[in-house]
């Protein structure tokens, strides 16, 4: 194409641009900075210095001066024959010659920039499909009001401080931690020049890949996609691999992408589906023998030194005895976390079609086997995983805990009550939320003393709580080790002379693994996946009687009574824990008329109640287990430090 020709090419995009938008009735002239922020706000801009801007994220103008020369996209919209023209044509010459090298003056606000000095260059920049340029930046920083659009971007401008990396783009809070997680890079570590570099190539590499199976398609980001790409197989694979691989992996795992595109990734499996019933023709029908099937237990702590895989395993043994030969359990240990991969791998070598992984720190090889073979199903103990490939398991215990915390109010005098718990993940901040008020509806003006396991460890905490004077405690679900009377578990009165369980709440596992074994073997399982494109999270309980609570023989006969009243109301749906409305700690009203809260809202609570006295730790606070927990299932706050960049 003749040169001459090429400003009346760009000028054609433009005008069918902006004809595209006004017909859409949208603006079709790029945004100007000025109606977005007070213009006096740019006098107290930061000067960040000349850097390389992406050309993406450049996307208006300072002022409105030369608004009606460019279409939304920077291309030309004034007609041929004019010094603006001849001005294009001259820079697009000298950029074919010898590059435009003159940095662009630009504000940033909000991660995006606004040209000051180079519109021009900007638009013939972007017509040749240019990946940067050089500009002199000044960034406007918003006032910091609380909103989701203002924290995300603080978040990008706490790992833009220590990365200078600027052109990955994260659209939900706390991605840009779990990148850093997920490189194995912790918060205020800086980066080398080798690794930025690195970190780039990956970077590269992945967009053009996703972009080539058709990713820019979808709303989410390519920032979005990798990180998504980097939670299953890892930063270290992603850094290694060539073209090929990464376009093999991705093509694996694209409903796990387009999933991050869905509005609604979850959904949630209240109640066990009914088991399909045979038909007259089946039943009359000689019966060819059933095949069995293998299921695998995977544990990443041996049973005799953990509650928690003592229960699992239990259930597994529990479930193997009511189904018989119609199913084939099996154990596998990884104590290793390196090995997590290798161990689901030898899973499925073994034919198991069906295997269990009972810890949230698990689920990332849940996720990377699951992507890898998909005949296979996986299925992680956690809850609000949004994964495609990997469904999760878990039991509202909170049912359980609100009937602690009625059996709690009626026996304290001193309207104080302790409440250790374990990790701040999805469904532990809904347990100790109805605990404080099915204490608070039993006995008005009760508080709760919260403490965190995974901060100070469970005889820490609890000695804290003694400490000021409070022994009406409830502690962990289960007791660390099943002859360990040492470690107090459930709702126990706790002196320094002697602790005295009064009552605990019950994992039913052993029917929980049931019913999914036999939701396996009559395809119920498989149905459900194919009907849906969201990922699944199975969440029962009482109801379907994978949760419930067991007494104590010291506890008064009385309280066991009220008790049943509350566990049977549970049970028939006529009991709303979370019935509005009630109060957070700063004072906010949760639902203003009285209805009950639906399990998403329970699952994402990220707030205590306002008889809680206490807070959510923040990430640094936590034991190194308890970090890589949050890493997984962590609620947002959880995994958010402290400190405000400044």
Same mark, same amino acid.
Request: one cysteine or more.
């Given at each position: 194409?003749?040169?001459?020709?090429?400003?009346? $090419?760009?000028?054609?995009?433009?005008?069918?641009? &902006? %004809? /595209?938008?006004?017909? @859409?009735? #949208?603006?079709?002239?790029?945004? !100007?900075?000025?109606?977005?922020?007070?213009?006096?706000?740019?006098?107290?801009?930061?000067?960040?210095?000349?850097?390389?801007?992406?050309?993406?994220?450049?996307?208006?103008?300072?002022?409105?001066?030369?608004?009606?020369?460019?279409?939304?996209?920077?291309?030309?919209?004034?007609?041929?024959?004019? $010094?603006?023209?001849?001005?294009?044509?001259?820079? &697009? %010459? /000298?950029?074919?010659? @010898?590059? #435009?090298?003159?940095?662009?003056? !630009?504000?940033?606000?909000?991660?995006?920039?606004?040209?000051?000095?180079?519109?021009?260059?900007?638009?013939?920049?972007?017509?040749?499909?240019?990946?940067?340029?050089?500009?002199?930046?000044?960034?406007?920083?918003?006032?910091?009001?609380?909103?989701?659009?203002?924290?995300?971007?603080?978040?990008?401008?706490?790992?833009?401080?220590?990365?200078?990396?600027?052109?990955?783009?994260?659209?939900?809070?706390?991605?840009?931690?779990?990148?850093?997680?997920?490189?194995?890079?912790?918060?205020?570590?800086?980066?080398?020049?080798?690794?930025?570099?690195?970190?780039?190539?990956?970077?590269?590499?992945?967009?053009?890949?996703?972009?080539?199976?058709?990713?820019?398609?979808?709303?989410?980001?390519?920032?979005?996609?990798?990180?998504?790409?980097?939670?299953?197989?890892?930063?270290?694979?992603?850094?290694?691999?060539?073209?090929?691989?990464?376009?093999?992996?991705?093509?694996?795992?694209?409903?796990?992408?387009?999933?991050?595109?869905?509005?609604?990734?979850?959904?949630?499996?209240?109640?066990?589906?009914?088991?399909?019933?045979?038909?007259?023709?089946?039943?009359?029908?000689?019966?060819?023998?059933?095949?069995?099937?293998?299921?695998?237990?995977?544990?990443?702590?041996?049973?005799?030194?953990?509650?928690?895989?003592?229960?699992?395993?239990?259930?597994?043994?529990?479930?193997?005895?009511?189904?018989?030969?119609?199913?084939?359990?099996?154990?596998?240990?990884?104590?290793?976390?390196?090995?997590?991969?290798?161990?689901?791998?030898?899973?499925?070598?073994?034919?198991?079609?069906?295997?269990?992984?009972?810890?949230?720190?698990?689920?990332?090889?849940?996720?990377?086997?699951?992507?890898?073979?998909?005949?296979?199903?996986?299925?992680?103990?956690?809850?609000?995983?949004?994964?495609?490939?990997?469904?999760?398991?878990?039991?509202?215990?909170?049912?359980?805990?609100?009937?602690?915390?009625?059996?709690?109010?009626?026996?304290?005098?001193?309207?104080?009550?302790?409440?250790?718990?374990?990790?701040?993940?999805?469904?532990?901040?809904?347990?100790?939320?109805?605990?404080?008020?099915?204490?608070?509806?039993?006995?008005?003006?009760?508080?709760?003393?919260?403490?965190?396991?995974?901060?100070?460890?469970?005889?820490?905490?609890?000695?804290?709580?003694?400490?000021?004077?409070?022994?009406?405690?409830?502690?962990?679900?289960?007791?660390?080790?099943?002859?360990?009377?040492?470690?107090?578990?459930?709702?126990?009165?706790?002196?320094?002379?002697?602790?005295?369980?009064?009552?605990?709440?019950?994992?039913?596992?052993?029917?929980?693994?049931?019913?999914?074994?036999?939701?396996?073997?009559?395809?119920?399982?498989?149905?459900?996946?194919?009907?849906?494109?969201?990922?699944?999270?199975?969440?029962?309980?009482?109801?379907?009687?994978?949760?419930?609570?067991?007494?104590?023989?010291?506890?008064?006969?009385?309280?066991?009574?009220?008790?049943?009243?509350?566990?049977?109301?549970?049970?028939?749906?006529?009991?709303?824990?979370?019935?509005?409305?009630?109060?957070?700690?700063?004072?906010?009203?949760?639902?203003?008329?009285?209805?009950?809260?639906?399990?998403?809202?329970?699952?994402?609570?990220?707030?205590?109640?306002?008889?809680?006295?206490?807070?959510?730790?923040?990430?640094?606070?936590?034991?190194?287990?308890?970090?890589?927990?949050?890493?997984?299932?962590?609620?947002?706050?959880?995994?958010?430090?402290?400190?405000?960049?400044?």
């Amino acid at each position: 194409m003749p040169r001459e020709l090429y400003y009346k $090419e760009a000028l054609k995009l433009g005008q069918k641009e &902006y %004809r /595209s938008a006004v017909a @859409e009735n #949208i603006n079709p002239y790029l945004p !100007v900075l000025d109606e977005i922020v007070p213009p006096e706000k740019a006098l107290t801009g930061i000067r960040v210095g000349v850097v390389q801007i992406p050309m993406w994220f450049v996307v208006g103008t300072k002022t409105g001066g030369r608004v009606s020369a460019f279409s939304k996209s920077f291309l030309p919209l004034l007609d041929e024959g004019t $010094e603006f023209a001849d001005k294009w044509e001259a820079l &697009y %010459r /000298s950029h074919l010659s @010898e590059g #435009i090298r003159d940095p662009i003056k !630009v504000y940033e606000y909000l991660n995006r920039y606004y040209v000051e000095e180079g519109n021009k260059r900007v638009s013939v920049l972007k017509y040749c499909g240019a990946y940067s340029a050089a500009a002199e930046v000044i960034r406007i920083l918003p006032e910091r009001d609380g909103s989701e659009e203002v924290e995300k971007y603080f978040e990008y401008l706490e790992f833009n401080r220590y990365s200078k990396i600027n052109y990955i783009e994260l659209t939900k809070r706390g991605s840009y931690r779990e990148l850093m997680r997920a490189m194995g890079k912790s918060y205020g570590e800086w980066w080398s020049v080798d690794e930025q570099r690195r970190f780039s190539g990956a970077y590269y590499l992945f967009e053009q890949q996703y972009t080539a199976l058709g990713g820019k398609k979808l709303k989410i980001t390519v920032g979005d996609a990798m990180l998504n790409y980097m939670e299953i197989y890892g930063y270290s694979a992603l850094e290694n691999a060539n073209s090929a691989e990464i376009r093999m992996n991705l093509k694996k795992m694209w409903e796990e992408i387009a999933l991050e595109d869905e509005n609604e990734a979850i959904e949630l499996k209240p109640e066990p589906t009914e088991e399909k019933k045979q038909s007259v023709l089946s039943m009359v029908l000689p019966k060819a023998k059933p095949a069995v099937l293998k299921a695998a237990f995977i544990y990443d702590v041996p049973p005799e030194k953990s509650g928690w895989v003592s229960d699992h395993e239990n259930g597994r043994q529990y479930a193997q005895t009511v189904l018989g030969s119609r199913v084939e359990t099996s154990v596998y240990l990884c104590e290793d976390e390196s090995r997590q991969y290798e161990v689901l791998e030898k899973a499925i070598s073994d034919r198991n079609t069906l295997i269990f992984t009972t810890s949230p720190r698990m689920l990332q090889a849940s996720l990377r086997a699951a992507v890898s073979y998909p005949e296979t199903v996986i299925m992680n103990c956690s809850l609000n995983i949004s994964h495609r490939y990997v469904r999760t398991y878990y039991t509202r215990m909170y049912e359980a805990k609100f009937i602690l915390g009625v059996l709690a109010g009626t026996l304290t005098t001193s309207g104080r009550l302790g409440y250790v718990c374990d990790y701040p993940i999805y469904g532990q901040i809904a347990g100790i939320n109805a605990f404080a008020l099915g204490a608070q509806m039993a006995h008005p003006g009760t508080k709760v003393y919260l403490e965190w396991s995974s901060v100070k460890g469970v005889e820490e905490a609890a000695r804290s709580l003694r400490e000021k004077h409070i022994h009406l405690i409830s502690s962990q679900d289960t007791a660390r080790f099943r002859e360990d009377t040492r470690s107090s578990f459930g709702l126990s009165h706790i002196t320094n002379e002697k602790t005295e369980l009064l009552a605990v709440p019950v994992w039913k596992w052993g029917i929980y693994y049931e019913k999914i074994i036999r939701a396996a073997l009559d395809k119920t399982i498989k149905s459900e996946y194919i009907n849906t494109a969201r990922a699944l999270n199975y969440y029962w309980g009482m109801s379907a009687g994978v949760v419930d609570i067991e007494y104590a023989p010291a506890l008064p006969l009385p309280s066991r009574r009220y008790a049943d009243f509350f566990r049977n109301s549970i049970i028939s749906g006529a009991g709303k824990p979370f019935l509005t409305p009630f109060y957070t700690q700063s004072g906010e009203v949760i639902g203003a008329r009285q209805h009950e809260l639906n399990l998403e809202q329970i699952i994402r609570m990220d707030f205590l109640v306002d008889n809680v006295i206490g807070d959510i730790p923040g990430y640094e606070d936590l034991t190194v287990i308890g970090q890589k927990t949050v890493d997984m299932v962590g609620i947002g706050q959880a995994k958010q430090k402290t400190e405000i960049v400044k």
